[in-house]
């Protein structure tokens, strides 16, 4: 199967940072050769593309590491656990996930940590997420159609398919040295981006010279000679896991949860009101979004119903841990201007503005353009 055709595929095989989501763009392609350690043929940017959205994956297995030095401020970890979402602290630190893929309807995902284990899996129709901290387990059957399989982080292919998705003349494509990522040889995509304005320098996908899956996602931040995020294999094998990889024995007294298959699982079923419907508006929709700009300097804005200090944003009366979200915005620096006031979060590849009159205001840029969308 095509690695970048198939939308299940891809959204098992990479974490996705909320940074390149707002990437706009199509690219002027450049032609260079690949570098010389590994000793690899050379290759054109044209041709390394080509060989990424042809790509086919029967089967996948491996180790995967993140790594995030967003410079975002200590609070920031503490955001996911006031809104349920147990997975926010992959924005922080280092991170080890084991990844297991075989096939459209068997995917499985491991995220490991010092206290313990968090495992989803999917075997057709059926998902588990089990938590061996708290020894609990959920159980949710997917509709016949099989869509609305939960996304997870995984590997670097969803994240480089994002990005490439959304290139256009604001981005130079060229080719980088070649390297060696989990024992393999790899070329190297780069992606810069034109406008100087963006906080992102560049963009860098290993891509596995012989599979053509990438193996590596680098993002660096402007002036920054590290990766700011990056997410890679440590070990990968390309034969498709045994079939007991993909089905789940509870552990002995494990409490186990089944869901219905309207219902959202985990953190996110948490995060809705009772109703099943998100929190602020009587529809359940989302706020309206516009953009302001393009490429890599497009921002969003987003118009949130319900606006309550600070920052306007509001937990909602059936969010968990509504008073530590109040507070973890609490203590973000209060900025005002011309635009308005409110309080701002800025870290080396992006900024968020959450303004008093109830918009969020986001994008890969400095603050300053953020104040400059939120005048409109």
Do not use: C
Request: aromatic share 4%; no cysteine.
């Amino acid at each position: 199967m095509s690695v970048m055709k198939n939308r299940a595929v891809l959204r098992w095989l990479v974490p996705v940072t909320a940074g390149v989501a707002v990437i706009g763009g199509g690219a002027a392609v450049g032609t260079f050769a690949a570098g010389a350690d590994p000793a690899l043929p050379p290759r054109s940017a044209a041709q390394l593309l080509d060989d990424l959205r042809t790509s086919r994956l029967d089967g996948l297995s491996g180790t995967v590491v993140q790594r995030a030095d967003l410079g975002l401020p200590p609070i920031a970890a503490l955001a996911g656990k006031a809104t349920g979402n147990e997975l926010a602290g992959l924005v922080t630190g280092t991170h080890t996930l084991r990844v297991w893929y075989g096939g459209e309807d068997r995917q499985r995902l491991a995220l490991v940590d010092t206290l313990g284990e968090q495992d989803v899996l999917r075997n057709g129709r059926d998902v588990w997420t089990w938590s061996s901290r708290e020894n609990t387990a959920v159980h949710r059957k997917l509709p016949a159609d099989g869509k609305d399989l939960p996304s997870a982080p995984a590997t670097p292919a969803d994240a480089a398919q994002q990005a490439l998705a959304a290139i256009d003349p604001t981005t130079a494509v060229t080719v980088g040295r070649s390297a060696t990522v989990a024992g393999r040889d790899a070329y190297e995509l780069v992606l810069t981006p034109r406008d100087k304005a963006s906080l992102v320098h560049q963009v860098r996908i290993a891509l596995d010279a012989k599979e053509h899956v990438p193996l590596r996602f680098e993002v660096l931040a402007d002036g920054q000679d590290e990766p700011a995020f990056e997410v890679a294999f440590t070990q990968v094998d390309f034969r498709t896991p045994d079939a007991d990889q993909f089905r789940f024995n509870p552990p002995p007294g494990v409490k186990v949860t089944e869901e219905s298959t309207d219902a959202r699982p985990g953190p996110a079923s948490r995060a809705l009101g009772k109703d099943g419907k998100a929190p602020g508006r009587a529809d359940g929709q989302r706020p309206d979004v516009r953009t302001v700009g393009t490429g890599w300097t497009t921002v969003v804005v987003a118009k949130l119903d319900g606006a309550a200090e600070p920052g306007g944003a509001k937990a909602g009366a059936d969010a968990p841990d509504a008073d530590m979200l109040a507070k973890v915005l609490g203590d973000l620096p209060k900025v005002s201007g011309d635009w308005g006031s409110g309080r701002l979060l800025s870290g080396k590849l992006f900024s968020v503005l959450l303004t008093d009159d109830g918009r969020v205001v986001a994008g890969l840029v400095t603050p300053e353009r953020l104040y400059e969308a939120a005048k409109g």
